[in-house]
Structure formats: structure tokens, C-alpha cells
């Protein structure tokens, strides 16, 4: 064993330490130092080799990094709020893809409500007919999503399943993770041929409000389709979105994330019947705050052998 792996690695959180309790259990060889609250300052000789913390400026950031930080590692899966200019060439990872099975099953059972018709179906008094309604299915509809990552890759596994056609917009030209996809260079391409357009990509310079009035127009006329984003609020152009609801391009919009968060009081998404607007939960689940600890445990071992660590961001993409 070399000195590095007697020493015991110094992790520097801003999480409570309860928090890191499986990293001590599971890997050992480790020392938990807790900042201060609030962003103050640090005590003279606290130091770290390895800083965990939520995906923004904890206030002091500058002054963490300058006691020996040389990587950072954030439990969220979106960097966009992270000041990259203090980060500087800090090695950064997040926790990418850990949010995969909340947010998909969020996106599913947003398209179901659709096709359902929840929650405007359900009772609250004697209908005038019973046994009869014009309800939709996921059944033969074209599933679009724009971004292929982990949620959209889990997204579409579970969209077969309901025997859904999937089509996905990615930059990249990897071919498809899942069978049966189509992958598409052209985001105006899955506007126009979707019955429920998803939106499952990071928040970056290059993709911010991607969708506006140029690609919503894609959309045909009347067409009704369902837009649900789970991503960032940023991505969209809400003034363009209100216009595609109102002009029968989008019949409902599925947002559980809106920019500005939260938006102000009497914001006009808060009472349109054609908006389901949630409060960015759609990450949430019994052991979400496991899965995204997960990625940071693989990460510890790696480091300590020396290893290439998963979820390294791109600094200049943002991503």
C-alpha cells in the first residue's frame, strides 16, 4: 500500500457528514471535514483534497478550492449553476444519469395523465354519463425526446414497453443505446413528428431555449401534441411556449422545471388548464439521494486507485 492509500483521503462537504455515512462504511480510508455553514469562513489549516457539495457557489467557493482541492465532485446532475470561472481547471464530476429512474417514471406518468386525462376525468360529483369517455393511449403514439442521456435512454426503455414509437434529437451522431430508436440530427424533426416531445438535455450556452418560436412552429397546426420538460426551465421560451398553447400546437405542457424558480405569484402557468406545473420534484424517490451518492462512492475508489472517474464535466459545453 502506497502512502497516498495510508493516508486517509481528506473530503472537504458542505453535506451534513450523516450524509457521507455509506462512504465511510463501504470504503474506508477516508476523512469527512465539514465546512461551515453559510458560505463563512474556514478555520486556518482546514484542508482537502476532495470537495462534494451541491451543484453552486456555496459562497466561499474560491477560498475552498485554494486548500488543496484537486477535484470536485457535485451530487447534482446539471453543472449550469456551477461558476466555472472559479472552478477553473479543477477537476469537476457530477453525478450524471443518477436521477434516470425518478425522472423517466415522472415523464411516463406525465404522458399517461395526458392520454388519461387526469386528473380532469376524476369525480367530485354524480357525472352526467357513466361507462363512456374518449380517452387516448401511448399505444402507437411517437415519443420524442430531445437529448438522449441516461434519462432519455431510460425514458424510451420504458416507452416501448407501452408500445410507443421513440425518435431522439442528439448532437452527437453515437448511435442509439436502445433498439428500435431513431436517431435524428434535426430537433425540428421531432417537433414535427411527435405526439409527446420530452425534453431530456442539460442547460448549456448552446442549447439554451432551444425550443422558441422557430422550432415550436415545427409543430403542425393543431395538432395538440404534449410537451413535458423535466430538465431546466431555461431550455424553453416561455413567452413562445404560451403562444404554441394557445394558437392548439401543444395541448398540455408537463413543466416540473420553469425559469425563473419559482416563478412569481399570478405567473400565468399557474392557473392555465392546458399547464401541469410542479415544483422540480421529478428527481424525487425513496432512494434518490442514494443514487446519487453511488456515483460518488465509484468515484472515491477510482480516485484512490487512480482511475479515470464517470461524470466528468466538459467545462467549456457546460455539460
Not at 425559469?259 to 432512494?287: D, F, N, Q, R
Amino acid at each position: 500500500m502506497s502512502e497516498k492509500q495510508q493516508t486517509p483521503l481528506k473530503i472537504l462537504t458542505t453535506l451534513p457528514e450523516v450524509a457521507l455515512q455509506r462512504l465511510i462504511d463501504e470504503v474506508g480510508n477516508v476523512e469527512i471535514i465539514t465546512l461551515p455553514e453559510g458560505g463563512g469562513a474556514m478555520p486556518e489549516g482546514m484542508e482537502g483534497e476532495v470537495l462534494i457539495m451541491p451543484p453552486w457557489d456555496p459562497g466561499n467557493l474560491a477560498e475552498i478550492l485554494s486548500r488543496g482541492v484537486k477535484w470536485i465532485h457535485t451530487i447534482g446532475t446539471g453543472v449550469d449553476k456551477m461558476p466555472m470561472d472559479i472552478v477553473g481547471d479543477t477537476l469537476l464530476t457530477c453525478a450524471r444519469g443518477a436521477s434516470s429512474i425518478p425522472i423517466s417514471e415522472w415523464v411516463i406518468a406525465s404522458m399517461l395523465a395526458f392520454e388519461k386525462q387526469f386528473p380532469e376525468t376524476w369525480l367530485s360529483a354524480p357525472p352526467e354519463q357513466w361507462g363512456q369517455a374518449n380517452l387516448g393511449s401511448l399505444r402507437g403514439k411517437t415519443l420524442g425526446l430531445i437529448g438522449f442521456g441516461g434519462i432519455g435512454t431510460m425514458t424510451a426503455e420504458y416507452a416501448q414497453v407501452f408500445g410507443m414509437k421513440v425518435i431522439a434529437y442528439r448532437r452527437s451522431n453515437k448511435p442509439a443505446e436502445v433498439e428500435d430508436v431513431d436517431i435524428v440530427d434535426d430537433i425540428n424533426q421531432v417537433m414535427s413528428q411527435s405526439d409527446h416531445i420530452i425534453l431530456a438535455l442539460p442547460l448549456t450556452p448552446e442549447s439554451r431555449h432551444c425550443i422558441n418560436r422557430e422550432t415550436l412552429a415545427s409543430i403542425p397546426e393543431g395538432a395538440g401534441v404534449h410537451f413535458c420538460n423535466p430538465s431546466r426551465g431555461g431550455l424553453v421560451d416561455h413567452d413562445a411556449l404560451q403562444e404554441a398553447i394557445e394558437d392548439g400546437r401543444i395541448a398540455r405542457a408537463s413543466l416540473d422545471t420553469v425559469e425563473p424558480e419559482p416563478l412569481p405569484e399570478g405567473h400565468w402557468m399557474y392557473s392555465h388548464p392546458k399547464v401541469k406545473h410542479t415544483a422540480h420534484i421529478s428527481w424525487a424517490m425513496p432512494e434518490a439521494f442514494g443514487l446519487l451518492i453511488d456515483t460518488f462512492i465509484r468515484n472515491v475508489i477510482c480516485y484512490q486507485k487512480g482511475e479515470t472517474l464517470e461524470g466528468v464535466v466538459d467545462k467549456d459545453n457546460v455539460y
